[in-house]
């Protein structure tokens, strides 16, 4: 089992409008947590504005460096929408019309297909579509890289679809300890405790609820043996300095 | 002024948890939003884990980008806070108790002083301690590298204490044309109107609002003449294809 591959994601949001503070990245989160439940742990994240240069070197070196890459943004029909000539260019591919997305674009479209609407069939050489369950967005896949939407609706019906089909390993499992403690009053006894068990990654974040500090110490390992003694390891570490512990599967700390 | 400086930022932000989707990352947006009031355009960010050597890498590279790098996550005491090692690291000199730093946690905890709690005050060589009118969480600067806690609240208001200061450009100013109009129908006069207007930066971003798709297209300008010319360009298109465009400041799409 040491031998065991690990696969690992990076996500590119190429995103001018995440940028300027228009919006709120919602997409890497969901990422997130469904590359997560496939055993594929994301590494990186790069927010980049949409220019080709910038699109073309950032996917390059991180597909050389992951099993996967995931953009979004930028594949509407308008002239800001560089992604797929800029994968195109990753690759060095040509950007051809794909047959299948442009007979769905006039399928749908009918005689108000236009120039606009068929630029957006025009995909990477080699890259395979992939289901769009909400709109037209040619979302595709080129060797290692899903190229998806920008809007989170449409991208969260994308990922979905085919999620389940992404190979990956034995998933990272988390536990975590909740309590009403200071960081600090547990640093030293984490730390022993986080070189008790180098085979999980424990994470402590600080909290504030109903006007009192916490901390919420994470626990994360693929080995569900291995994971529950670094908890409950941790949860004596906190009986000991006297608070009771709240201890959960996930990573999810409780409101209020 | 065509040879007016454009200062440029890149954002690192230092979180497990948001890899792991434990978070949604809250802090680039604040700050995507504060540096463009400074005239401070954000060009990058990178979402890496709590790992040293990468936290290296990146902070070495972006730092020779542009002229400011904000960090976030990793200041506290607990032992997988390990940005401020991380960042001595980076400038290649040492990890240091900062007096002003260390005087203020022997002020706050008096005899309960630890070793855990001290560690706090270590910062790099040379750096420089910044406000924290929220806790103790020792930000500080190094050179153009800004170094800030990861909890929002705290992160915020520490930026607000030093972000008037920051040295910037003329700020990039936003007009956002909204219509109810698909994307694909603008796509071609926006394009012509991206040609005309190559100081401006245009982009487009749909959105659905009440069962009905719409679009908000962004100018973006230095220069308010050039932005009010461009988005008066876009009204006219939008009145040319039959439908009446809202046009307001920044970048807001309506709700509703």
């Given at each position: 089992m040491n031998n065991e591959k690990i696969y690992t994601a990076a996500i590119v949001v190429i995103g001018n409008e995440v940028l300027s503070g228009?919006?709120?990245?919602?997409?890497?989160?969901?990422?997130a947590l469904g590359l997560k439940d496939q055993g594929i742990r994301l590494r990186e994240v790069r927010i980049i504005p949409d220019v080709k240069k910038t699109i073309v070197e950032c996917v390059n070196e991180l597909r050389a460096q992951h099993d996967y890459?995931?953009?979004t943004g930028g594949i509407g029909p308008t002239h800001d929408d560089i992604t797929a000539e800029s994968i195109a260019a990753a690759f060095d591919v040509a950007l051809e019309c794909n047959p299948q997305a442009a007979a769905m674009l006039e399928q749908y479209y009918g005689d108000r297909i236009n120039a606009g609407r068929l630029r957006m069939a025009n995909i990477p050489a080699g890259g395979e579509l992939l289901d769009n369950p909400v709109s037209f967005a040619p979302g595709f896949r080129l060797h290692n890289v899903y190229v998806l939407p920008g809007v989170p609706r449409i991208m969260q019906a994308m990922f979905d679809t085919f999620k389940h089909r992404l190979a990956g390993g034995r998933p990272v499992r988390s536990r975590t300890v909740n309590a009403f403690i200071g960081e600090s009053v547990v640093a030293a006894g984490l730390a022993a405790i986080q070189d008790r068990y180098d085979d999980v990654e424990i994470g402590s974040y600080p909290f504030v609820r109903q006007e009192r500090f916490g901390c919420a110490l994470v626990a994360r390992s693929?080995?569900?043996?291995?994971l529950a003694e670094a908890a409950e390891a941790i949860a004596a570490l906190l009986r000991g300095l006297g608070v009771e512990p709240q201890i959960s599967d996930g990573e999810s700390t409780p409101s209020g």
């Open positions: 228009r919006v709120q990245d919602l997409n890497v989160n969901y990422l890459v995931f953009t693929v080995d569900l043996t291995r």
